[in-house]
């Protein structure tokens, strides 16, 4: 399936409501072709991948996952853990966007299986850069394996 015939969709796992409507923003806003789910924190997030509950049954399997660290019920840390250990789900490149510069969250992210690390920029233009780069590299120049045929 080439990039032109499958929309990418991207799994938003963010509990803070102004943060997820700046992702949201700056999607549209730099134009990145994307179609874009939320989810509150990583039990939705999990409950989302594996189609839980009736307000799931007939979710799309996400391209990439962005993942804030500090939630509630089920933090972006074991959702990492338990997502990497799941075989039909632990192909999903999972980027870590959080408020967190500390450097014992970075190495904890990449040990648990994320695919990148970035910290949110407090000023409003770079945050929207930032979006922007992050969708050029996972849109534009990453080489993804090709979903299931079956859209799981």
């Not at 962005?66 to 509630?72: A, F, G, S, T, V």
């Not at 500390?102 to 850069?129: C, H, N, W």
């Amino acid at each position: 399936m080439t990039k032109e015939s499958h929309r990418f969709v991207i799994l938003l796992a963010e509990d803070e409501l102004a943060d997820a409507h700046l992702i949201k923003m700056a999607i549209a806003e730099n134009r990145i072709l994307a179609d874009l789910y939320h989810v509150v924190d990583g039990r939705e997030a999990l409950d989302y991948l594996q189609r839980q509950g009736a307000q799931f049954a007939r979710a799309i399997r996400p391209d990439l996952i962005l993942l804030d660290l500090n939630m509630p019920r089920m933090d972006g840390r074991e959702f990492l853990a338990a997502i990497k250990h799941l075989p039909d789900l632990r192909d999903i490149p999972v980027v870590v966007v959080t408020t967190s510069e500390v450097e014992r969250d970075v190495v904890a992210s990449y040990d648990l299986g994320a695919a990148g690390y970035v910290t949110k920029p407090i000023d409003v233009v770079q945050f929207m850069a930032a979006i922007r780069d992050l969708g050029n590299y996972w849109i534009d120049l990453v080489r993804l394996p090709k979903p299931p045929a079956d859209g799981s």
